[in-house]
């Protein structure tokens, strides 16, 4: 039962104003964040769902004692979820109301000219039947295993394996047990959204990483070489850093800092589970980190990816989560401009990638420009994935290089990511980056955009699970 109590405390948080998701489900005592943020991020997404569903049921009016947010991670769990595996006498409560629970779900479909599930949601959040869903993006961990191995395993389960997508408008079209290799993103699998996997073998051995593709861009683009040594600046709950020693093929040496030591236990067991070894945690703020020390002098790549309003994860949040008032926008991009600025300060950093998870230019075009007027001839941005649909705001020469993602857009969360590079070093493509991303970025010059750049050839390993 500690499950589902955990998840109404952070619904009764977020309800009460006291933090966003990932800080509120970091901050709490459940062992497992990722299980509990998992649940209560879908538990919101069907949240008008389920209020039609407790209110035609008459769920809350029988069961007094039964508190509105346990009652809907309960019925989201009954219903849409993975069946109430845990025990407890809420989960007896909840099983005894299934069939009136069933039955009201049934005509809510009815009333509302759906036969699926996820076609209540489109109609819950008011969108038309041709808004985009973000897909299940699935990274194979190549520490571990191969992406052919792993398309392998999935066939071997009744999966259908499509090959490289061509374009956004062809990922929108999966379904049912399909799925793709993504067109920008060499490692990534595509499958349908709602697409679970938290109790796949591969999952929970870390031979795959369940990670939004725009997630994905900051490590791919910093793509620092075999053997260099990288900050992860704000780096829990580790899927970024996972992914850099991925791209490392752990050589070298990962610095990653965070203040909360309870993000970073969890961390700790995500990377150990993955199998990285070049990595040093450290419970510190990186504001206090002297760059100065002599054991970040062969630092020349940082990734950056500071607090933010999390305003681009809107798909699976809580509306008001997407709707800063202007003084902690204000207080947000203070604290990005300090920190980036920060990070600049790293004598040999010759690469430096800034992302959010935010939509809003205070915290993106305006922190980049800032910083870079403050750093004068220094640095400069680097024009990345010039096929890239999305770019930045138009806010001041040079904006275009930056890149941003969207659910309509790109079928991804909604990001921001700026690439930095100091000046005198080479931008096209840097001679640092692996041969994986170096073919990536070049094929951009030769494809039209949106196109897919050939497969590469992967030496064939097993999946051991």
Known sequence: MALYSAAAAVLSGLERGEGGLKNLVYGSDFPHARQLYALVAETLRYGPVLEALLDGAALLRVEKKLPPPLAKVLVYDLLFGKGLKCGGRWKALARRHRARLEAELARLKVRRGVSRNEDLLELASGAGPEAPQVPRYVRVNVLKTSVDDVVEFFKRHGYSFLGRANSVEELKTLSGKKFMLDLHLPELLVFP?????????????????????????????????????????????????????????????????????????????????????????????????????????????????????????????????????????????????????????????????????????????????????????????????????????????????????????????????????????????????????????????????????????????????
């Open 193 to 465: 959204p709602q697409t679970d996997f938290h109790d796949s073998r591969l999952y929970t051995s870390g031979h795959i990483i369940l990670q939004d593709k725009a997630s994905c861009l900051p490590a791919f683009l910093l793509s620092p070489s075999a053997g260099s040594h990288v900050i992860d600046a704000c780096a829990a709950p580790g899927n970024k850093t996972s992914h850099l020693a991925a791209i490392l093929k752990n050589k070298g040496h990962i610095f990653a800092f965070d203040v909360d030591t309870k993000r970073l236990a969890t961390m700790n067991t995500m990377l150990m589970r993955a199998g990285v070894t070049s990595f040093k945690l450290a419970q510190q703020d990186f504001l206090t980190v002297d760059p100065h020390d002599p054991k970040y002098s062969k630092v020349k790549y940082i990734l950056l990816d500071p607090s933010c309003s999390g305003s681009g994860m809107v798909a699976r949040l809580p509306l008001d989560e997407a709707a800063p008032s202007a003084e902690r926008l204000q207080a947000l991009s203070g604290f990005q401009r300090r920190i980036l600025s920060h990070a600049l300060r790293f004598p040999a950093v010759q690469r430096l990638v800034y992302s959010t998870c935010s939509v809003h230019q205070e915290e993106n075009e305006d922190v980049v420009h800032a910083v870079l007027q403050e750093q004068g001839s220094a640095f400069r941005l680097a024009n990345v994935f010039p096929s890239w649909p999305c770019r930045g705001l138009a806010t001041f020469p040079g904006a275009e290089c930056c890149l941003r993602a969207s659910p309509a857009d790109t079928l991804t969360q909604g990001f921001f990511v700026a690439v930095l590079e100091r000046c005198g070093e080479e931008t096209a493509v840097p001679s640092s980056l692996p041969a994986a991303t170096k073919e990536s970025l070049q094929q951009e010059e030769r494809v039209e955009p949106g196109a897919a750049p050939p497969r590469k050839r992967r030496k064939k390993q097993r999946v051991k699970v």
